[in-house]
Every structure is written in C-alpha cells, then in structure tokens.
C-alpha cells in the first residue's frame, strides 16, 4: 500500500460518493482528491459501483419521451467549456524603457548647469511629496471601499480550515455578485524560496487555479479584487506551489472552506 | 457497462464528445442506451411516472448542457448520468414535499422496511422489466448485500439521507450507521469487481 493510500481521506470514499460528508469534510476530501491519484481511482470506483447498481433496474420507455427529451435538450445552448485561469497577485512591475533612453538620461544630467540643480532637486521634492500625498489618497480610498466591501450584506467570509496542526489563518471574503474576492491571512510563514502559497476555487468539484502569495516578514498578506472562475464556486482552498503557480495541486491542500452561496 | 456489457466506455465518451459539437444523433444514441436504466433510477426515487419522466427529460438536458465539462478520466458515462439523474430526481421529491403534495404517510412509506431494495424491480406502472443479463447479475450481487448494510445504502442513496437520518430512521446508533454505508458499499464494489467482464474500474 502507497503512502498516499494510507491517508485518512481514504476511509471517506463511500461517504463522499454518497453525499454524507458535512462540508469541512467534503472540502477537505476533494482537496486531497485533487493532489491524490490513488484516492482518485477509489473514488471513481466506488462511484462506478454505486451507479452500476442504481442502473440496475432498467425499465420500458413510454412513448414519446424520447422527442420530450429531445425537443428539450437540443433547443437550448451548450455551456461554454470552463477555461481555468490564473491570476498574478500584484504582478511585479517592469520596466519597458530601453537602455538608450537611460543613456541619454545620465548624458543630459552630465550637463546640467550646476545652478539649475538645486531648482531640479526642489522640483524632485515636490513631485515626490505629491505623489506621496496621492499614494496615501489612494491609500484611505482604498481602504474605505474595502470597509464598504467588506460590510456588504452580500458579501461571504469563507474561514479556511487547516488541514494539519498548521496555526495561521485564511480568510476568503467572496462577492458573488461582483465576482470578486479577497484573501486575509495571518500568522503565516513565508513559502520556501522558490515557493508560493496560491488559493484555489472548486468549480464542479474540480480546483481551478487562482492567485499565488507569500506574506510577509510579519506574516500578513492581503490580496485584492482576485476574479473568481467562471462557474458556481463550492469551496476554496491553498496549497504551496512553485512562485509562478500550478495549472494544477501539486501538494496537498493546507487550508480548505467550503462556500455556503454556491450551494 | 450497465445496459450492454459489450459496450466499450470509450464509444460513450465519444458520443458524449459529439454533444459538445451539437450532435443531436449521439444525443439520441445516448438515450437508447441509458434512458431504461436512468427511468427505472428516477422512479425508484421519485415514485411517480410523470415526476420520473421528467428526471429524464432533466438529465439528458443537463448532459446536453454540460457535455463539455464530462472527464472521460473521472469516470464512466453511465456514472456521470447515474449522478445527474438522481441529483434531479432528490430534487423533484424535495420540490414536491415543499408543496406539499407528499404526505407524511407518503413519505413515511419510504422508510427501510417498506421500500424496495436497492436493485429490487419495482411494481410501477412500467414495470416491464427489460430482459438484460447484464443487470440480473448486478441485481443478483446486490442481493448478496446483507439485508442491514442493503437498507443504509437505500436510504442514503435513493432517499438522500444524512447518515444522522438513516440512524433515526433505522433506530440505530450513528457508528453503527456509518460502519453499514462504508461495508456495504466496500462489499459491492468487490462483486461487481468480480462479475466484471472487461475489469471492473
């Protein structure tokens, strides 16, 4: 038996597939579900026994059902497929100037005249306490818009549970309307050089891919106006993955919340 | 698997892939294969013959709708169907004792001692059981189920009871709840595996 077939999550197959799992539970199966190939296969198992028996009993058709049914399904569109995205927190910042723009920059300072430098500098000073000023506008403004978000009737705070003896806590405040979200965490350590933390939203019980973070020295990350997946989003969840983000888990999850509104 | 051991899951898949292309053909090829069995589901759960039609109606629109979301590496056709089926057909009883239309001594008959086995032929209106060897021997390796672990199954999966449900239901602790659903479905998984022509997943 492989060690991923030894995992807890195992003895919660039947259970899962029969719906009897409380929602800390079944998020917490569907995040492993997700990273495990062995708890995969069981599961699809158990599912395929269990529809092989409720099939069992097939029965003769009435007439005329099958033009209700076709007359019905075929008259209405196709979902689009679900196209999983992910979405760079505060993507950093690169420079488009090319190198010759700051060659001709350094040459022009060269010749500055030595009393136009102190005008420059005041200009410099004043630019900078403007745009200091903007910054600290922008600042309060965003903070009372994320007051005002966050005080919504609408809005969903979604706490995430840990799935091991892990202490920090994640919060996910979800808008449905506006499909947005925000991430609060707390009292987590830095990811591994290398490494991230990314949320995940489940659509149709399946991880699509969101925002990666790492917080910071003072284990504190916020990360805003994350877009959520296209879909009905039942659960979320964080994993650690490389810095640029996984298509897919590659670990198993270590914070999972189910999201009441998308059932 | 279900209705024709012959069938490969791989012919279901690509029917299934036409139907995102707006192949209506595959749809209707679709419904020949699965309609008996996923009637003879809706009605087992629903009792009813309009409200059961209806589940199918539902479900092969939804399949429709969703062709494109199916993952042939989750699992089989038949499975994704069996699913969506009887999602809709828990719904139409919730719907209908919301409105009240079901008694309580309509949905007292519903308890273990009273319903019909899981695999049992029900007496419906259609009850014109289809000939099929495939599902007799699933029938047949349901009845090897014991009679306890057969009816936690029941109540979980055609009624859609919590596990809190099926114990007051059974006058049974909640443990010993628990212990039934997980054996009996273990237990069901190993017959089927072992009447699998092809390999049972």
């Keep these: 038996m492989s060690e991923s077939s030894r995992h807890p999550m195992h003895e919660l197959v039947e259970e899962y597939v029969l719906d009897l799992l409380d929602d800390a539970e079944r998020v917490a199966f569907e995040a492993r579900l997700a990273v495990d190939p062995a708890l995969a296969r069981s599961t699809a198992s158990a599912r395929e026994a269990l529809a092989a028996a409720a099939l069992s009993t097939p029965v003769a058709l009435p007439a005329g059902l099958k033009a209700r049914v076709m007359a ?11 196209e999983p995205r992910v979405i760079p927190m505060q993507p950093a910042r690169r420079s488009r100037a090319p190198l010759w723009l700051g060659a001709a920059l350094a040459a022009s300072l060269l010749v500055i005249a030595k009393q136009q430098r102190d005008l420059a500098r005041e200009r410099e000073a004043t630019a900078s306490a403007q745009a200091l000023a903007a910054r600290s506008l922008d ?19 979604v ?64 990360v805003q106006d994350v877009t959520l997946p296209a879909g009905t989003v039942t659960a979320t969840a964080v994993t650690q993955e490389p810095e640029a983000g996984s298509q897919a888990p590659t670990s198993p999850a270590l914070f999972v919340g189910a999201v009441k509104a998308g059932k | 698997m279900v209705h024709a051991a012959a069938r490969t899951v791989s012919d279901d898949s690509t029917l299934v892939l036409a139907m995102t292309k707006g192949d209506a053909t595959a749809m209707s090829t679709l419904y020949d294969r699965y309609a008996p069995n996923l009637l003879g589901l809706a009605l087992r759960i629903t009792r009813e013959q309009a409200d059961a039609e209806e589940v199918v109606v539902d479900t092969f629109a939804q399949a429709w709708r969703e062709a494109s979301r199916f993952e042939a590496g989750r699992g089989s056709v038949a499975a994704w169907l069996a699913t969506i089926a009887r999602s809709r057909a828990l719904d139409s009883i919730r719907s209908r004792t919301r409105r009240g239309r079901l008694s309580d001594a309509a949905a007292a008959e519903g308890a273990a001692t009273d319903a019909p086995a899981m695999g049992a032929p029900l007496a419906s209106p259609v009850a014109n059981v289809i000939a099929d060897e495939q599902s007799r021997r699933i029938r047949d390796a349901l009845m090897e189920l014991p009679d306890s672990q057969r009816a936690a199954l029941d109540l979980a999966y055609f009624e859609g009871l919590s596990q809190s449900e099926i114990a007051e239901r059974l006058g049974e602790p909640l443990g010993t709840v628990k ?13 089927l595996t072992a009447l699998a022509p092809e390999g049972y997943p």
Excluded: C, H
């Design chain 1, 72 to 82: 019905t399904a075929v008259d209405q569109p196709a979902d689009e497929p679900v």
């Design chain 1, 139 to 157: 600042a309060v403004t965003q903070r009372d818009s994320m007051i005002a978000r966050l005080t919504d009737p609408a809005i969903e705070l």
């Design chain 1, 159 to 222: 706490t995430l549970a840990a799935t091991g003896d892990a202490k920090p806590s994640v919060r996910v405040y979800i808008d449905q309307q506006r499909r947005r979200a925000m991430v609060s965490v707390a009292s987590m350590e830095t990811a591994p050089r290398g490494q991230a933390y990314q949320l995940w939203f489940f659509v149709d019980g399946k991880p699509v891919p969101s925002v990666t973070f790492n917080p910071g020295a003072d284990g504190r990350a916020l």
């Design chain 2, 179 to 191: 212990t039934r659903v997980r054996l009996g479905l273990r237990k069901l998984r190993e017959l």
